[in-house]
């Protein structure tokens, strides 16, 4: 079973930059739709971005403009750039996988996710 691993969360202030990881530990198929969600204290966990297996992209409208989802088929790594964060984003980020770019239903175990705080 393709275990998730996030990493790359930490404290920044207000207006600063991220870079969050997500490796598994399998392989995933190189067809797989790629997502990220987060999930705040007290809300439910929300998609975030998610890459298609042919680069397309969609992302909440809370972040567009500011992540960037991207892949990394060599090292079955994903990654989110999060640029000009705000207090808002802080959460717990996860990633996950959709069987298809039209499909928004989760096909892997939940990792622990990586923590990002944004203070102000």
């Known amino acids: 079973q393709v275990q998730l691993v996030e990493s790359g969360g930490g404290l920044v202030q207000a207006g600063g930059s991220l870079r969050l990881s997500c490796t598994a530990s399998?392989?995933?198929?190189?067809?797989?739709?790629l997502t990220w969600y987060r999930q705040a204290p007290g809300k439910q966990r929300e998609l975030v971005a998610a890459?298609?297996?042919?680069?397309?992209?969609r992302y909440a409208d809370s972040v567009k403009d500011r992540f960037t989802i991207s892949r990394d088929y060599a090292k079955n790594t994903m990654y989110l750039q999060m640029n000009s964060l705000k207090p808002e984003d802080t959460s717990i980020y996860y990633c996950?996988?959709?069987?298809?770019?039209?499909?928004?239903?989760?096909?892997?175990?939940w990792g622990q996710g990586t923590q990002v705080t944004v203070s102000s």
């Open positions: 996950n996988a959709w069987t298809n770019f039209y499909r928004n239903l989760t096909i892997l175990p």
């Open positions: 399998g392989s995933i198929s190189s067809s797989r739709t």
């Open positions: 890459i298609s297996s042919d680069g397309r992209s």
